[in-house]
């Protein structure tokens, strides 16, 4: 059976290898994913280690950074200068980076909002944007910028007046409480759709700690497509 180190590999071997089909092989390689493959006298597809290699680390990267992305890379793992393949990675390495830090923001961010009140409410409870403003302490101009940005967007009646629904009013709770810990405008944005939905601290927490072991499953992926990509760079 042909293995990595064979010198010549058909189109299944190197799916085998790589855990493809045929057919996903060839589409790898139409795709710039692979190397151009060799040809026979007869006109058949040979491949070799590099294949292999590239294969495997298209996969890798794929699980780390998406297929569109990845494929990106390879196209640049075939290409010169080397340096724009160092820069994609550098990029996805980065993107990474940040997705980390906004979910220890988001983490840090429970602790403020752990006694904010979550039992269900009555709907006379909603609040027009001069009420709320006066019950958070914060002009009415604060509320209708947050509308802009959409951290809270409230519903309209009839005459076109903001009206906070409790829910609403709960989500201005919530982002004033995190505004006074120093959180931005820009970070709110990606935070208050997962803590706006959630009605337990506990959701919360758990919803953020799927998404950790999801960035931890990305990293290690990125991790393994670097190391095939090193063998596939070094490979004389």
């Known amino acids: 059976m042909a293995g990595l180190h064979s010198g010549v590999l058909r189109t299944a071997e190197v799916g085998r290898l790589a855990g493809y089909s045929v057919q996903q092989v060839r589409n790898l390689e139409r795709d710039g994913v692979l190397p151009p493959a060799g040809r026979t006298a007869a006109g058949y597809r040979v491949y070799d280690r590099s294949h292999v290699l590239s294969a495997r680390a298209y996969r890798a990267l794929a ?90 967007s409230p519903g309209r009646g009839s005459t076109r007046a903001r009206t906070y629904s409790p829910e609403d009013v709960r989500a201005a709770r919530i982002v004033h409480q995190l505004r006074l810990a120093g959180y931005g405008i820009t970070l709110l944005r990606g935070l208050m759709p997962e803590l706006r939905g959630a009605h337990r601290r506990d959701d919360v927490l758990t919803g953020l700690d799927a998404r950790e072991a999801t960035i931890r499953a990305r990293s290690r992926a990125l991790l393994a497509g670097a190391a095939e990509l090193h063998a596939l760079l070094t490979a004389s």
Do not use: C, N, Y
């Open 63 to 152: 699980a780390g950074t998406g297929p569109v992305e990845a494929k990106r890379i390879m196209r640049a793992a075939h290409a010169d200068p080397e340096v724009t393949l160092l820069e994609l990675l550098d990029a996805t390495h980065a993107g990474l980076d940040r997705e980390r830090r906004d979910l220890a923001a988001a983490k840090a961010a429970v602790r403020f909002i752990s006694a904010e009140p979550v039992a269900q409410v009555r709907d006379s409870d909603a609040m027009t944007i001069s009420e709320l403003a006066d019950a958070l302490g914060i002009r009415p101009s604060t509320l209708r910028h947050w509308d802009a940005m959409g951290l809270v």
